[in-house]
């Protein structure tokens, strides 16, 4: 009885008898009778029109000097866009296609980026396809000044060292949105980390809420009121009387 497996095995060596024993230029004409096909069918399917969802890459243009976004800004949209197949592959890979180019106005208080403003933009770098499907209806932005403030540095409290250390330098400008700068207090404090030694000069870092700058990263705590206490005592003991 013949099963699947000897049928199949028959028709493989049908298929494979007439290229057995062949000269090498044989093998060499149908491999590229092959590739040829191969490329003028890649070709004619690219000549076809379709359908597929590109990812758009985004420009942002604004007064980077005066205003910060509170939160990171798209680098890229999804749309959905209808073209020949060539166009759709030069947009997929990025081929000549440039950044859609966004001009929000960022005013503090700026929630989102209307859609006239987005849709033409995407519309202009994705030149040569129509886009069908927008990823949504606006885009959430969040804009603040800069602000800047001196403050003064000082010690927690609780610090081990906070009674007899000062910190050099004493005072430090932050820059950042002006909603967090403001909410800074005065002076600003500086807390010693768990297991800090305890010699003059230690380096401690000046940490700072998210996007707020501090002028230095790194302040330098002083013993001098520390170490300044035995001498005084040692003075007062040499003028009590005998």
């Known amino acids: ?21 062949q000269e090498p230029s044989f ?6 009778c092959l590739l040829a096909a191969g490329l003028f069918w890649q070709m004619n399917a690219l000549n076809k029109t ?26 890229a949209l999804p749309v959905t866009v209808t073209g020949q197949g060539w166009r759709l592959l030069r947009a997929n890979m990025g081929w000549g296609s440039r950044p859609a180019d966004l001009r929000p106005v960022p005013l503090p208080g700026t929630r989102y980026l209307p859609p006239e403003a987005w849709h033409r933009g995407l519309q202009t770098a994705l030149e040569g396809v129509q886009v069908t499907e927008w990823a949504g ?7 603040d000044r800069y602000a800047t403030r001196r403050l003064p540095l000082v010690l927690l409290a609780d610090s081990a060292q906070a009674k007899a250390g000062r910190l050099t330098p004493a005072v430090a400008t932050f820059r950042g949105p002006a909603t967090l700068v403001n909410a800074l207090p005065s002076p600003y404090p500086v807390a010693l980390p768990l297991g800090t030694p ?28 520390q170490s ?7 003075r007062r003991a040499a003028k009590a009387p005998q």
Not at 50 to 75: E, G, I, K, N, Q
Not at 198 to 219: M, Q
């Open 1 to 21: 009885m013949t099963g699947p497996l000897t049928r199949a095995g028959r028709l493989v060596r049908w298929f494979v008898r007439p290229f057995a024993g």
């Open 228 to 234: 300044a206490a035995p001498t005084r005592n040692r």
């Open 50 to 75: 379709y359908t597929t969802r590109v990812s758009c890459p985004l420009a942002w243009h604004y007064d980077s000097a005066r205003y910060v976004p509170l939160r990171p800004l798209p680098t």
């Open 137 to 143: 209806d606006t885009l959430r932005l969040t804009f």
């Open 27 to 32: 093998y060499r004409a149908v491999t590229a």
């Open 198 to 225: 305890d010699a003059d000069g230690t380096k401690i870092d000046l940490v700072t809420p998210a996007r707020v700058r501090p002028s230095v990263a790194t302040v330098r705590v002083n013993q001098t009121a």
